[in-house]
Nanobody, 115 residues
Framework: QVQLVESGGGSEQAGGSLRVSCAASGSADAISSMGWYRQAPAKQREIVAT???????DYADSVKGRFTISRDNVANTVSLQMNSLKPEDTAYYYC?????????WGQGTPVTVSS
């Protein structure tokens, strides 16, 4: 089992920046990828960014150039730096980690962007 605990997030005005972080514990060895999804009210959960164990990254088109994902493979943490925030970035942000055939989820942390 892998446990994921998010931190950070909060409220910010449009154009501002926020950072969310996630720490993995438990059987956190051999995690292949970590990343972030988000879910806005009345919308489906969508992928935001992923980082693989070799450092490759992948971003949703909606956040490219504004968000940066980073990972510490030793500490088993992943962070998402969010710049140039827009009101449409408002959502609960969920950390996830893939180990083998299993995807683990954190509890989510809220991000609210006001115009």
């Amino acid at each position: 089992q892998v446990q994921l605990v998010e931190s950070g997030g909060g409220s910010e005005q449009a154009g501002g920046s926020l950072r969310v972080s996630c720490a993995a514990s438990g059987s956190a060895d051999a995690i292949s990828s970590m990343g972030w999804y988000r879910q806005a009210p009345a919308k489906q959960r969508e992928i935001v960014a992923t980082i693989f164990s070799d450092g490759r990254t992948d971003y949703a088109d909606s956040v490219k150039g504004r968000f940066t994902i980073s990972r510490d493979n030793v500490a088993n943490t992943v962070s998402l730096q969010m710049n140039s925030l827009k009101p449409e970035d408002t959502a609960y942000y969920y950390c996830n980690a893939v180990k083998g055939d299993t995807r683990y989820w954190g509890q989510g942390t809220p991000v609210t962007v006001s115009s």
